[in-house]
């Protein structure tokens, strides 16, 4: 079974400007989770994907924004890129059971962004 | 809201040597609780985890025991090795419907000399 991949590996971008992260998720994953891991930090819940809708998000503004296609891979896209989000950008997939339950949360390697 | 609080880092340790990481937690009702460790470049990987009171988890030599009375999950190894080196992080996940973040601590980078 394939593990969750991400792409690109590393990326820089010029302040201002868009950026576009992609994660395909494990085999018989349904739900996509984004982390953002700043330098020297744990890595900080952005949103998560079910069902191609978001279905749960922490304290980032609406310029992250993502979309979950039909086969389950996953989007990151962040406008009017600050310094601040230099990071490593983590996903993570899942699969959301009944009642709610989810199983075999599955990270992949990352995307490390620097803005400069 | 949901906190993790992990020691300081970094630790150096001498191969074989006991290892030692605390992890105290702030959460309503009763989380799950999660060990990560990150090699460098990676991504992170599940270490070990416990679903509720006086669980013990365990994986590759590591233990931690879900301790409610003191909101502990400390991470033991009884003689680390050099390819231990890393970044471990403790995490929690409230349990049921509907919450599906995890919530990190900081993390403690762990490196082990010859």
């Known amino acids: 079974e394939t593990g969750v991949t991400q792409s690109p590996t590393h990326l820089i971008k010029t302040r201002g400007q868009q950026v576009t992260l992609r994660c395909s998720s494990q085999?018989?994953?349904?739900?996509v989770s984004w982390y953002q891991q700043a330098l020297g930090q744990g890595p900080q819940f952005i949103f998560q994907?079910?069902?191609?809708?978001?279905?749960g998000r922490g304290n980032f503004p609406p310029r992250f924004s993502g979309l979950q296609f039909p086969n389950y891979s996953s989007e990151l896209n962040v406008n009017a890129l600050e310094l601040d989000d230099s990071a490593l950008y983590l996903c993570?997939?899942?699969?959301?059971?009944?009642?709610?339950?989810?199983?075999?949360?599955?990270f992949g390697s990352g995307t490390r962004l620097t803005v400069v | 809201g949901n906190s993790v609080t992990q020691m300081e880092g970094p630790v150096t340790l001498s191969e074989e040597a006991f290892l030692t990481i605390n992890c105290t937690y702030t959460?309503?009702?009763?989380?799950?609780l999660f060990w990560y460790v990150q090699y460098p470049g990676e991504g992170l990987q599940l270490l070990l985890k416990?679903?509720?009171?006086?669980d013990k988890g365990s994986n590759k030599g590591f233990e931690a025991t879900y301790r409610k009375e003191t909101t502990s999950f400390h991470l033991e190894k009884g003689s680390v090795q050099v390819s231990d080196s890393a970044v471990y992080f403790c995490?929690?996940?409230?349990?049921?419907?509907?919450?599906?973040?995890?919530?990190f601590g900081k993390g403690t980078k762990l490196s082990v000399i010859p």
């Open positions: 993570a997939s899942s699969f959301l059971g009944g009642q709610g339950a989810l199983y075999g949360y599955t």
């Open positions: 085999s018989g994953h349904n739900t």
């Open positions: 994907y079910y069902r191609e809708e978001e279905n």
């Open positions: 959460a309503t009702g009763y989380p799950s």
């Open positions: 416990a679903t509720k009171a006086d």
């Open positions: 995490a929690l996940k409230n349990p049921g419907a509907g919450s599906y973040q995890l919530t």
